[in-house]
Every structure is written in structure tokens, then in C-alpha cells.
């Protein structure tokens, strides 16, 4: 067998990799291997999948399984709340990220013994407890989530990869990223990022309560027992629920009720009219006291909307790329949707799309012949030979994002293209780069070598201050998610981001549209800036451009007086676009539609 | 080094047949559910080897699969009311792995904030869809008998490898030291090790193709 340098050197690395062992420099050569090549990813996976199973067969046990299983048995019998605890214990070494770490399991085989002393520590550790802290109230549902706090009389515990119990009178809240209550019949309650609840068990009845104070929420309610239904309550509403699911969500005009499977009895905390809410259908709850059920929006002539297309592409106006470039297509009237679109819109609008105007928006600097280059000291990534060797024209000052990719985009006039950097870092006077590659202004808007977001372009849906400004978007928007799914990806993209399966999750390269039928001018509350971005999703829709750690985030320009997370800059803070990554919520994202290519054709 | 072959004790588990039959196991379930909870243990050393076989087969890292068999049997044991007695236990016990094992992975694949968690998510995602989609079979009894007779193919040099690497799971750096050979040679030794073991236990533990030599 005769392997190739990368290979041998893929195989070191791989062994290193399961030793637990890799330097960040070594991690960073074998995802840069791994990613770059299908083969070498295959053999990896391989090569780590036949470690764990030789391993397992062969290696000799600590203490015997019979024996571990036996004293989280003991403890139960001793007392439920002590086994939760060795239990806890357990769930919480094996819910840290390890790897295939030989170190953990040396270190496990010698410590075999003070784990065990620990284990019976950890049960006579919750027997003193139990002895100090009054007993509390029966569990009702357990929460999961790493990212939020539950509330427990004057206590707060902050939740960590575990699932916790939860008891009546408990408050949760989710704090950057969505909380799961899972209940003991099988109903879930999905609680957003800056969400939070509290959960009642019912007064005087076998009800369960769930007060929603600030939010939204998505609920999968199971069949629920006669006379036991979920109660979800808000300041302007109560939805009984019998089996369905539904989403709610706190606005500032009132509590609106989206129903997508069953029906809802939706009344005002204070009684009165009872309305029943069908499967489809929406209702409001208005902070006015009004309770209605919101009639389907008529559909409205398509040709009010004719799409405007602007002038040239120039550092004052117009819009980058070709007018038949995917992204400045208008999306025809009948489009083919993929079969599954609704469950990736429910997926997908389980929260509001934001906006990124601060740390993952993009600076862009207008450079011409006139502006000097500056020579590139290192590129980290294989695509060393796209960088003429000259260097760029770089504006003195010109400065990446402060987000994860820290990227940067110079508007080369002279030559009409984009360079799109990544990982840019200064080291003094010196230019590093994780990577960098054009795109032409009269192209089809797809860079090649690839650039930005899998594969795409940086400035391909970008949102311009300037439209903002101008009330207009010509374009089609870009958007990332945490739910793009795995292995897949479609024209425009060029390459896959996702990490996610199931047919909810969303290919990157997805057109999504918002329902052309919605007359924007009927929805209360709408922001200049909101209308202008629905409006510009209605006729162009926008594209899914990769993996986000936000559920639904559109990319924009960083406006060049945006000062921090809070002043994104005066023009979008205008329009009602203030704050990084505040959510758009006017928009009805329950109207979205998922095409089934981008162009809106069947194949 | 080589001359040490000779006096290495190889220690790898050996396989045993002491399974019970469904019947056997439900009359256990009895005995349990009657309160006598010296047959659970009994239950749980008779389907260790097949449920840590399918664990094993679609975790992403060792202490994983410890993890998970563990809770598995426990979670089970908690439930155990609500189990009908019709000979299906093993499958019920692996339904509880399988989703302690998806959760956990899920869990995993999402930290993906440096390079080591992008490595570990891509194994736990890869995992993830073998589990979703059965594309590993559970691992069968007789595995552990093919590769006890596999192994025994391997030069003395080899075994010793195995011995370490699999065995004590002694790390990289040492076992080049103890070889006295580079990283990448040792790497590669393993690797084809790996190559040759898979083959023949695929091949029913034909030990004829396995190929492996160490210089």
C-alpha cells in the first residue's frame, strides 16, 4: 500500500486525533485536509469509526457495566432525587465534548476507583442535600438548552448541556439560543432566543400552564387528555390546547396566534369571547383589547410591484452582476415550490429573520488605480496563487468585521471586481489572510475560485445601505442559518455548509420567497426599512447562503458610522433597523415559500 | 523491542457464549419486576456485548459509547414496567441507546467554534446519519470471535501494536518511542493494521487476506 504525502500525513494527523493530542496548528491542517478533499474525509471517518470499534472489542474495562448500572440502581432505590443525581453526574461527563481521547479513558482506567468513590461521594454528597433543602415541588417537564437560565424563587440556576427538571412556578428564559421544554405526554414547547415562560402546574384542575412574558414560542402539543389541556397564556391572550401545533409569539401590537395543524380556542386572560383558530389561519390578541381572527389577505395584482432596474453598477448607485445573474432575477409568477417548503418555513420562521448590521456585516472599500497596493504577507488557505502577487489596493484604515470570519470587500472600479477577504488580521503593517478571491461586477455574481459564504460571493444579496436609504432592494437578499442541512446544495451555491439532516433543514442555495399575494400595506406596524426588505423578498426573494449560529440571519453592509452593536448607523437605525441582529418582526414569516430551484422552474 | 514480542501477555477480550435466549431473558424481566434485582445485573452482563456492539458501531468517540450503554441500561431498568414481555428486551434496551446516542451526537455536532469541535462535529454529524439511516449493521455476536481469529494472522510485531494501540490504547508518540519509529510510521502501520482487520472480519474471519506486516 503506497499512500500519498497528504494521505501519510493525514493518517499522522488522524492518529493524533484520536489521542486527543492535536495542536490548534495540527487541528487547523486536518479540517483544512479534510474539507478539501472527499476522499480524505471519507478515510478519516473511516479511519476514526474502526478505532472506536477495535477499541471498544478489544480494550480492557474499568470497572464491569453490571456493576456501574448496579449503583445508579442503588441510589434509585434509595431515593429518586439521589439517582437524578448520579444520573446528572453522568450525563454531565458525557455531554462535555470529548474526543477519541485515549488520555480520558487512560486517565479513566487509572482514576477507575476514585470515580467509583466519586459516584458513591456523589449519592451520600445528594443524601446531604437532602437532608438541608426542602424537598421541591414534582417535576412537570424537563428543559433542555445550553444557553438560558431557569428561575427558582429567589435562586437562578443557568442551564448547561443537561436536561433539567422543571417545577411548578419555574421560570425559563432562552438567552442566545432557543430552550426545548419537553413534557411527560410527549409535547414539546420551543422557546426562542430572548424568550421566557413560566410553568404552572394547573390550579384546581389537571391543566398545564405556560405564561409566556416575552417572545415567542413554537408548540408540538400531543393528544391531550379530556379536562387536561395546555394552557398557554400571555398578557393579551389564552390559548387552550387540545393537540395541534402552533406558534405564539409576543409583539408590540399584541399576542399573535399562528395555527398549523388542529384548532385553538383563543380567548383574553380576562374571558369573555372565546374564538376558535383553525389549522392555516392566525389571530391577534391587540394590546387594544381587541381579539380577532385575521382574515386571509386578499391577493393583490402582481404587476403593482413591477420590478425597477437600476442603473449600472457604480460606487453611487446600481446593483453588482448581470441582469439575468441568479441573484437579479425576478422570481416568476407561478414558481414550482419543493415539496418540502412548509415544514422547512416552519422550521426556518420559528423565529424572526434578523439582520447582521454590526460584527457579521460587511465593510466595503471603493479602491480605483489610484489607490496603492499592498503586498499580502501570508495566506493560510490553498488559493495562495489568486492573490496577484503585487498585492491589493487596500485603503489606509480599511479594517475587517469584527465578526467570527472577520471579512472585508474592496470595490475595485478600475478594474470592475470584488476582492473578497477572509480572516483578515493586520500584524503591524503586515496583511495575513485565511483566504481571498474575486468577483467580477458584470459576472454572473459566483466567484470562482470561491470566496464567501460556501462558496458564494460576499457582495451576491448583500444589503446595501444605500437601498435601505433608497426605499428599494433590486436584488435578491443573502441569508445564513443554523438549519441548513447537510451534504446538499443547490445553484447558486457551490458548495455544501450544513450540518444538519431532515427534510426541514434548508439547502444552501435555497430561494425563498415571501408570498407575493401579501399586501405589505395591511401589515400593522411595518418598518420602512421591514417593508422594504419584504418587498424586495417578494419579488426576489433571497437566497440561503450558508451555516449560521443565528436560525434565520440576512446579510448586510456595515454602514461606515455604525459605532457598535447598539448604532448600526443612522441610515438603518432610520428605517427602523436598529441593533445587531434584531429581529424583523413585523415581517409575517409564516408566509415564506421555499422554491424548488432558484429560477422557480420544476427541473 | 521485537524481542519483546514474545513476552507480551495479550490481554484482548475473548469471546464468550453465555447468552441467554428471549425466553430466558423475560423470565429474568420476571424475576426483576418481582423485586429481585440480582437478575437486572444479569441481564445487563448477557446484552453488554450486543448493545455496545451497536453503540459502538455509530458513536463518535470510546467514552461515548461507555456513556451512553450505561444510561441505556439504566433508563431501561427505570421503564421496565411499561415493557411487554415478548421476547423483544434486546431491541427495547437498544431503543433507549439510540436515543441517548442521537441526542448526544446532535449535541455534538452543533460546537463547531475551532477546529478541533469542526473535526469532532463532522465525526458526530457522519455518525448521526449512520444511526439515522441503519447504515451499520448492529455488530454481531461472532465479531468478536472473527477478530480473535484475524488477529492471530498478524506477525507477533503487529499483535504487539495492536496490543498497545487497541488494547492499553497507548497514545502515538509513545508507541513510536517504544518502536522506535517516526509518527507517520507508526500511522501508517496502524492504519493498515485497521485495513487488514476490517477485511478479514468482513471476509468472516478468513484470516487468508489479511496481508500485514511491520518492518
Known amino acids: 500500500m503506497s499512500d500519498s504525502p497528504q494521505e501519510s500525513r493525514l493518517l499522522e494527523l488522524v492518529e493524533s486525533y484520536l489521542d486527543d493530542d492535536l495542536t490548534d496548528g495540527e487541528a487547523r491542517e486536518l479540517r483544512t485536509l479534510v474539507k478539501r478533499d472527499p476522499v480524505l474525509r471519507e478515510r478519516f471517518l473511516t479511519e476514526v469509526r474502526w478505532h472506536i470499534h477495535l477499541s471498544d472489542r478489544l480494550r480492557t474495562q474499568g470497572i464491569p457495566l453490571s456493576e456501574r448500572v448496579d449503583a445508579v440502581l442503588d441510589a434509585e432505590g434509595r431515593a429518586p432525587h439521589i439517582a437524578d443525581a448520579v444520573v446528572a453526574s453522568i450525563a454531565a461527563r458525557s455531554s462535555r465534548r470529548n474526543k477519541i481521547s485515549t488520555r480520558f479513558l487512560r486517565r479513566k482506567r487509572r482514576a477507575a476507583a476514585p470515580w467509583w468513590i466519586a459516584a458513591a461521594a456523589s449519592v451520600l454528597l445528594a443524601v446531604g442535600l437532602l437532608v438541608v433543602v426542602p424537598e421541591r415541588s414534582p417535576a412537570i417537564a424537563t428543559v433542555l438548552g445550553d444557553r438560558g437560565t431557569i428561575e427558582r424563587g429567589d435562586t437562578t440556576l443557568r442551564l448547561d448541556e443537561r436536561a433539567q427538571h422543571l417545577a411548578d412556578g419555574d421560570v425559563v428564559a432562552a438567552d442566545g439560543a432557543d430552550l426545548l421544554l419537553r413534557f411527560p405526554d410527549g409535547t414539546t414547547v420551543e422557546i426562542s432566543s430572548g424568550g421566557r415562560a413560566r410553568i404552572q402546574s394547573g390550579v384546581g384542575s389537571k391543566a398545564k400552564r405556560l405564561e409566556l412574558h416575552r417572545g415567542g414560542l413554537l408548540a408540538r402539543v400531543a393528544k391531550q387528555k379530556p379536562g387536561e389541556p395546555l394552557v398557554i397564556t400571555t398578557p393579551q391572550a389564552n390559548a387552550t390546547v387540545l393537540g395541534t401545533t402552533f406558534r405564539v409569539r409576543i409583539e408590540t401590537s399584541g399576542t399573535r396566534l399562528v395555527v398549523d395543524e388542529g384548532r385553538i380556542a383563543f380567548a383574553r386572560p380576562s374571558g369573555g369571547e372565546v374564538i376558535e383558530v383553525p389549522a392555516g389561519r392566525s389571530a391577534l390578541a391587540g394590546i387594544d383589547g381587541t381579539l380577532a381572527l385575521i382574515e386571509p389577505v386578499k391577493p393583490v395584482v402582481l404587476a403593482k410591484r413591477t420590478p425597477w432596474i437600476p442603473e449600472p453598477f457604480s460606487p453611487t448607485g446600481g446593483r453588482p452582476f448581470a441582469d439575468d445573474s441568479p441573484y437579479n432575477q425576478v422570481i416568476p409568477a407561478k414558481p414550482v415550490l419543493d415539496a418540502q417548503s412548509s415544514p422547512m418555513v416552519n422550521r426556518l420562521a420559528s423565529q424572526p429573520g434578523k439582520l447582521a448590521l454590526f460584527r457579521h456585516a460587511l465593510p466595503l472599500y471603493d479602491v480605483d488605480a489610484s489607490t496603492p497596493l499592498h503586498p499580502v504577507t501570508a495566506v493560510r488557505r490553498a488559493n495562495r496563487s489568486s492573490i496577484p502577487e503585487a498585492g491589493l489596493r487596500i485603503p489606509v484604515g480599511a479594517m475587517p468585521n469584527t465578526g467570527t470570519n472577520r471579512a472585508m470587500v474592496l470595490l475595485d472600479w478600475s478594474e470592475r471586481r470584488a476582492w473578497e477577504l477572509y480572516q483578515l488580521e493586520w500584524k503591524g503593517a503586515d496583511l495575513h489572510l485565511g483566504s481571498g478571491a474575486f468577483v467580477r461586477f458584470d459576472g454572473d455574481g459566483i466567484p470562482r475560485p470561491s470566496s464567501g459564504y460556501a462558496g458564494g460571493s460576499y457582495l451576491a444579496g448583500l444589503l446595501r445601505v444605500r437601498e435601505i436609504a433608497q426605499g428599494r432592494i433590486p436584488h435578491a437578499l443573502a441569508f445564513g442559518t443554523k438549519f441548513s442541512r447537510k451534504g446538499v446544495w443547490r445553484h447558486p451555491a457551490q458548495q455544501t455548509d450544513g450540518k444538519l439532516t431532515g427534510e426541514e433543514t434548508i439547502p444552501v442555495g435555497a430561494r425563498i420567497q415571501l408570498d407575493p399575494t401579501l399586501d405589505l400595506d395591511a401589515i400593522p406596524g411595518l418598518t420602512p426599512g421591514e417593508r422594504t426588505i419584504a418587498e424586495a423578498l417578494q419579488i426576489y426573494g433571497a437566497y440561503c447562503v450558508g451555516a449560521s449560529g443565528e436560525p434565520f440571519l440576512f446579510f448586510c453592509e456595515l454602514a461606515p458610522d455604525a459605532t457598535d452593536v447598539n448604532n448600526p448607523g443612522a441610515v438603518y437605525s432610520a428605517n427602523g433597523l436598529t441593533g445587531d441582529a434584531a429581529p424583523l418582526s413585523h415581517i409575517p414569516w409564516d408566509r415564506l415559500r421555499v422554491l424548488k430551484q432558484w429560477d422557480g422552474a420544476a427541473e | ?215
Open chain 2, 1 to 215: 523491542m521485537p524481542n519483546a514480542c514474545d513476552e507480551v501477555r495479550y490481554s484482548w477480550r475473548q469471546p464468550v457464549n453465555t447468552a441467554m435466549d428471549a425466553a430466558q431473558r423475560d423470565a429474568a424481566i420476571r424475576r426483576v419486576m418481582a423485586g429481585e434485582r440480582e437478575a437486572y445485573r444479569l441481564l445487563v452482563e448477557d446484552l453488554e456485548r450486543e448493545v455496545r456492539g451497536f453503540v459502538a458501531a455509530h458513536a463518535s468517540s470510546l467514552e461515548l459509547v461507555d456513556e451512553v450503554v450505561q444510561a441505556a441500561f439504566v433508563e431501561a431498568y427505570r421503564q421496565l414496567h411499561t415493557y411487554e414481555l415478548r421476547g423483544t428486551f434486546a431491541s427495547w434496551v437498544k431503543g433507549f441507546a439510540r436515543n441517548l446516542l442521537r441526542r448526544e451526537l446532535a449535541q455534538r455536532a452543533r460546537l463547531v467554534s475551532t477546529d478541533q469541535e469542526v473535526l469532532d462535529s463532522m465525526v458526530s454529524t457522519a455518525a448521526l446519519d449512520d444511526l439515522a439511516e441503519e447504515r451499520v449493521a448492529d455488530q454481531k455476536r461472532e465479531d468478536l470471535a472473527r477478530i480473535e481469529r484475524c488477529l492471530a494472522a498478524l506477525t507477533p510485531r503487529a499483535r504487539l501494536m495492536v496490543q498497545r494501540r487497541f488494547v492499553e490504547q497507548v497514545p502515538i508518540n509513545r508507541i513510536a518511542q517504544q518502536f522506535k519509529k517516526t509518527r507517520a510510521a507508526i500511522a501508517n502501520a496502524l492504519t493498515r493494521i485497521r485495513a487488514g482487520l476490517r477485511t478479514c472480519v468482513d471476509a468472516s474471519g478468513d484470516a487468508h487476506v489479511i496481508d500485514v506486516d511491520v518492518a
